[in-house]
């Protein structure tokens, strides 16, 4: 018999990814890829090998709406992709989008974020 997923009964864990431009989100989409910069790689892999799920809510910086989620699908490797053009991305890692839509911020307002003093989930 197989014995049970280490992280079967972990958190799951949630984080706002920010995009410069929707043709990064656009590219994830259609590949199922995201590339963060190099700072977030540490957390976003310690949430992956110690979480059950790592849930990645994608918002284009500026645009006033989240453009989706997705499920983090793998850890972040040392492979760079030229998809998105910038030397200030780190690894590729791939991603499962589960709702590929433009939700409006206001839509989500009474959430708020215990680890960032309380402020509205945006």
Not at 21 to 38: A, E, R
């Amino acid at each position: 018999s197989k014995s049970p997923s280490p992280r079967q009964n972990m958190p799951f864990r949630y984080f706002i990814m920010k995009s410069n431009n929707l043709q990064n989100i656009d590219i994830s989409q259609q590949k199922g890829i995201w590339s963060t910069t190099p700072s977030n790689e540490q957390k976003l892999n310690g949430a992956f090998w110690e979480s059950s799920e790592v849930y990645l809510i994608f918002s284009v910086q500026g645009s006033g709406h989240f453009q989706g989620f997705a499920r983090m699908g793998s850890a972040i490797g040392c492979e760079k992709s030229q998809d998105w053009g910038s030397a200030g991305f780190g690894g590729v890692f791939k991603v499962e989008w589960i709702r590929k839509e433009s939700i409006p911020f206001q839509f989500a307002h009474h959430l708020l974020n215990p680890w960032n003093d309380n402020k509205k989930v945006q």
